[in-house]
């Protein structure tokens, strides 16, 4: 299994992801960009793009904020994803770079790439489908599902496989049901599942330690996690194949 950070250049900037394949496995196979939470590219992201490689996968974990920074509080992170967030075409510029690097490795077929978000990061493929972008499918684990992004049939060209927190007070009700008539009026072939009593970040072991600490409202379902995680595996394997 090959496990490695993996730098590439956006406007001169520094850009410092993390990729992950079986190097024993012959011949492209599917890509899985990995888009992190808003803390930044962590130790836990890298550990889903292992799991993935060794699904046969190439993922790749990508870095949006650049030399794979890493927030300490909420209110950093907060700064860190509204500083790229907020600047016009910044979140796609460096989405499609990374996507460009994955295509390029050798272990890829570009035909077959996907995109997998936690948080921030789900919000981030979501839209990225959103704009048309050739991606076969999204995984969202408890993504921000709203968006600013107008769609009509046809913009998104692959399927959708969303998991919500039942009890996630960042995703009301009303967002997941704005986002289930978006999909619906645009021919979206999409899946939603909710978990009864999950918080927000319930697939990250870690969200119940940062939840207590600073007092936000975050926490890790074990059960949710798990289920979330073989139906992502099953949505891939139906996807391509």
């Not at 049939?153 to 009301?172: E, N, S, V």
Request: net charge negative; hydrophobic share 40%; charged share 25%.
């Amino acid at each position: 299994m090959k496990s490695e950070a993996l730098e590439y250049t956006i406007d001169g900037q520094r850009y410092i992801g993390h990729i992950a394949y079986d190097d024993s496995q012959g011949g492209p196979r599917p890509g899985i960009i990995l888009v992190h939470e808003w803390w930044g590219l962590n130790d836990f992201v890298r550990e889903q793009a292992e799991k993935l490689a060794a699904e046969g996968y190439t993922a790749f974990a990508i870095d949006m904020y650049g030399d794979a920074r890493q927030a300490e509080s909420p209110d950093e992170a907060k700064s860190m994803m509204l500083a790229v967030k907020d600047a016009p075409g910044e979140l796609e510029k460096r989405y499609r770079a990374a996507l460009e690097v994955l295509k390029s490795h050798d272990s890829v077929d570009p035909e077959r790439i996907a995109s997998q978000g936690y948080c921030f990061g789900g919000a981030v493929s979501l839209n990225m489908a959103r704009l048309g972008l050739d991606l076969k499918g999204v995984v969202s684990f408890h993504g921000n599902l709203g968006t600013e992004i107008a769609i009509r049939p046809g913009d998104i060209r692959g399927h959708l496989q969303i998991y919500a927190g039942g009890a996630d007070a960042m995703i009301p009700p009303s967002q997941v049901a704005a986002f289930v008539e978006e999909m619906q009026e645009a021919g979206v072939r999409f899946d939603l599942i909710s978990y009864p009593g999950a918080q927000h970040g319930f697939t990250n072991p870690g969200a119940t330690a940062k939840g207590r600490k600073f007092g936000f409202p975050v926490g890790y379902d074990a059960d949710a996690a798990q289920d979330a995680w073989e139906g992502a595996l099953a949505f891939y394997r139906r996807l391509f194949g």
